[in-house]
């Protein structure tokens, strides 16, 4: 399938490759196909409910390629969110890397650089051609509710280095790295899907912090950036107008100040934080006045239909000039042409050896490894004895935002340590936030054990988690909190004389922790967040773990 020249193109069809969509299904329905047969659209957005297996998958985008063919004889941009952790839309079958504050913590950017390629070659295979990844937003806000630990950490200068390894190996692997969401979704408390947040720091604040990642992966070659949906009033004349509408932001900030050359693509378009007041239609002709290339529109066909015909009238009343539907298109077209092309007939048997790749899961399994962080206040507090009877508390695990789906593993740390134990061991399930009663029979239960495991996720929603780690503190027995999400959770429990945090509960990131807990492997993770004290009026930090930097593979 070979990419059509700009001039080619009839404004409809121009129009139609600006357009990302989503569909419901395994397969391709009705409305994807009428979108692409008489919208001309021009990419795809995969999310979990349409991938099931690689197999599944390599047939869909394989079917969705040829009707592309079929309607505009340009081949499709197929993307979905494998960020890895929590965030990925393909779950099983295919090399993921582990979540992005478990990468900060392991701080090996040549290990990711490897990881990434690996990962971003099976997606090739596959058949989708651009990752939304990675989040380069600086996670200096432990509120956050919607970055937490999709960002690699709080040091700008971290972020960027991590973040040019990973997107450098998407890209070398041969798919589009969009990194995102510019110009920094970190220092904000609200969720985009629900409301607008806003950003209230200077530019000079911007310049140094948030914008640091950004700048410097467009120094380095991104191919594309992601829009957020925050508001800064400071570059809107005082209003909270979203960045994805902000032709001061995109234009002005991204591709003037920064030199960006690539694909602006938003985030997606039917969010409240862009859509309140002014519906999707209105949304989209906003955002390409502002500067965005690629719109995503991923949820509902009528939001769909209104954004083309929006931008159709858009033009035909001379609100937005041809030319810059064809700046968006010329760049959409020349990426498509180096990262799509002729697109090679491969059978699933052929695929399917490929998959998995033997060196890839090595190098994420030892990334994994070196995530495992253990803080000591005692020397060698966080090491367990096998002679000593244990209990091992656990949460039952859940989506902790509306950018992840449910947990699919229901592995759990006693499954790695019950056989390395001597002594007596128990584990026991807890729910995800536990009532008064359960708290209260669990502590109950934990006496005459003479060391005590605790996992906790996500305690901001989980109080209950808080209030049951204070509960055996106060017990006087040995008591380990582990994190599974953001450390930033075990800043509340001052008292632990150590703890640990290992970012997700991927299985084999437990069989690294139950190794870090008997002292079989070295804990080898820095914290790359920052604890604050909550005992200190403000906040303020108060530990945070230190290493020599690490040189860039770039």
């Known amino acids: 399938m070979q990419v059509r020249a700009c001039s080619q193109l009839t404004m409809k069809e121009k129009i139609g490759q600006m357009l990302m969509v989503g569909f419901e299904g395994l397969t391709p329905d009705a409305i994807i196909g009428g979108l692409l047969q008489n919208h001309f659209i021009g990419g795809v957005v995969f999310f979990s409910r349409n991938l099931d297996n690689p197999e599944q998958a390599f047939a869909l985008t394989k079917k969705l390629q040829q009707m592309a063919a079929d309607a505009t004889g340009i081949p499709l941009w197929i993307g979905t969110d494998q960020e890895g952790g929590m965030v990925v839309r393909l779950r099983q079958g295919i090399s993921q890397l582990p979540a992005a504050m478990a990468l900060g913590a392991a701080r090996d950017p ?5 990881a990434a390629k690996g990962t971003a070659k099976e997606l090739k295979l596959l058949g989708i051609n651009m990752n939304f990844a990675p989040v380069v937003d600086i996670n200096v806000n432990p509120r956050n509710p919607i970055i937490d630990v999709r960002a690699y950490g709080d040091e700008a200068e971290l ?59 467009a120094r380095a070659g991104a191919e594309a950036v992601m829009t957020a949906h925050v508001g800064i009033p400071l570059l809107s004349g005082g209003l909270s107008v979203p960045a994805t509408h902000s032709h001061e932001v995109l234009t002005g900030l991204l591709r003037e100040e920064l030199d960006f050359k690539g694909l602006i693509v938003t985030d997606c378009m039917e969010m409240n934080a862009v859509t309140q007041g002014i519906g999707v239609g209105e949304a989209v002709v906003r955002a ?9 529109v991923s949820h509902t066909y009528e939001s769909q239909l209104e954004a083309a015909a929006a931008l159709e009238h858009a033009v035909a009343d001379g609100r937005l000039p041809e030319d810059r539907i064809d700046a968006s298109v010329e760049r959409i077209l020349l990426l498509k042409e180096l990262r799509i092309g002729e697109l090679r007939e491969r059978s699933w048997e052929e695929t399917q050896t490929y998959l998995d790749h033997s060196q890839t899961l090595r190098t994420i399994k030892l990334l994994r490894q070196k995530s495992i962080t253990m803080m000591n206040r005692e020397p060698n507090f966080c090491q367990l004895s096998s002679e000593v009877d244990t209990l091992v508390l656990w949460p039952q695990m859940a989506a902790a935002c509306k950018s992840e789906d449910e947990p699919i593993y229901d592995d759990t740390l006693g499954s790695f340590l019950y056989p390395l134990m001597k002594a007596k ?7 995800t ?32 988690q808080t209030v049951l780690v204070h509960k055996l503190l106060a017990g006087g027995n040995k008591v380990i ?3 599974l999400r953001n450390p930033v959770d075990l800043a509340a429990f001052p008292e632990a004389k150590g703890f640990l945090a290992c970012y997700e509960h991927h299985p084999l990131t437990l069989q690294a ?23 200190l009026e403000g906040g303020e930090s108060y530990e945070r773990g230190t290493a020599s930097r690490v040189e860039s593979a770039t």
């Open 110 to 114: 040549l290990l990711l650089y490897e």
């Open 159 to 217: 972020v960027a280095e991590l973040g040019i390894a990973a997107m450098l190996g998407f890209q070398d692997g041969g798919i589009v790295s969009v990194i995102k969401h510019f110009p920094g979704h970190g220092d904000t408390e609200v969720d985009s899907h629900a409301e607008l947040p806003v950003v209230r720091h200077s530019l000079e604040r911007l310049r140094s912090v948030e914008l640091v990642p950004f700048r410097r992966c």
């Open 288 to 296: 390409v006045l502002a500067g965005a290339d690629l719109l995503l």
């Open 425 to 431: 061991f128990m584990e026991r399930l807890y729910g």
């Open 433 to 464: 936030s536990p009532s008064t009663d359960e708290i209260a029979d669990l502590v109950s239960g934990a006496e005459g054990y003479g060391q005590i495991v605790v996992g906790i996720f996500h305690t901001a929603s989980n109080h209950g």
């Open 481 to 483: 909190p582990i994190s």
């Open 513 to 535: 922790l139950s190794s870090v807990l008997l002292g079989k492997l070295k804990p080898e993770g820095i914290l790359p967040v920052t604890l604050p004290d909550y005992s």
